[in-house]
């Protein structure tokens, strides 16, 4: 059983995916190609940078199209955020309930990160990120610091991702993590060491 969770943000407690896919497609519709959806989702869900760059280079669009693109969306974010993941906060409240912390490690700017927070109401114990003086996930500086600053024991903690960079930080520290899939996309993610569908899911696992 765990008890606190080292949360990633968009992707996990923030259901960002689909206005970004829908996003980056439009792109490259705008400039008279077509593709997908669930074909970007394929290419977000590495990174938002692996898809800009793939599709820049598929279609022959300057990335820069793509980021403006993505500037405006977080931009928008700020005061229509995306809806919150279905279940994420009965698991809040359950980590709260046990005594757990809510700790969530991002690589989304700090402006960003806390505007989707609040705006969805999502109340966390803590948060750090790249903002904060530390190298982006992968490396595993953001998840060493909650540790230390809060004198956590690995075995009471969860990390929870939704890409194959949460297993891999999560595991270079020696933390459990179970990986949020979306239905009808792929993952090349075996490591993990829970697969889960829904957030509800990791209900049975905190006590």
């Not at 949360?7 to 996990?12: F, R, S």
């Not at 259901?15 to 959806?37: E, F, R, W």
């Not at 490396?139 to 890409?163: I, N, P, Q, T, W």
């Not at 960079?165 to 990986?179: E, P, Q, R, T």
Request: aromatic share 6%; proline share 5%.
């Amino acid at each position: 059983m765990y008890r606190n969770i080292f949360w990633d943000l968009g992707g996990t407690m923030v259901d960002t995916y689909p206005q970004l896919d829908t996003m980056l497609a439009g792109v490259v519709k705008k400039s008279g190609y077509n593709v997908l959806d669930l074909n970007v989702a394929q290419l977000s869900r590495v990174s938002t940078k692996h898809a800009i760059n793939v599709l820049s280079e598929r279609f022959g669009i300057p990335e820069e199209e793509f980021r403006t693109a993505e500037r405006a969306l977080k931009h928008c974010w700020e005061t229509n955020p995306p809806w919150p993941m279905p279940g994420i906060t009965d698991i809040l409240d359950r980590v709260k309930s046990v005594g757990g912390l809510n700790l969530v490690v991002t690589n989304r700017d700090r402006k960003s990160a806390e505007a989707l927070l609040r705006g969805l109401g999502l109340d966390v114990d803590d948060i750090v990120c790249p903002d904060d003086g530390f190298p982006r996930k992968p490396d595993s500086a953001m998840h060493l610091y909650f540790l230390d600053k809060y004198g956590l024991e690995l075995s009471e903690c969860l990390a929870v991702g939704d890409r194959s960079i949460d297993i891999n930080v999560a595991h270079a520290v020696g933390m459990d993590v179970a990986l949020l899939e979306t239905p009808g996309v792929r993952m090349d993610a075996p490591d993990a060491d829970i697969h889960i569908q829904a957030l509800a899911q990791l209900l049975r696992l905190i006590g």
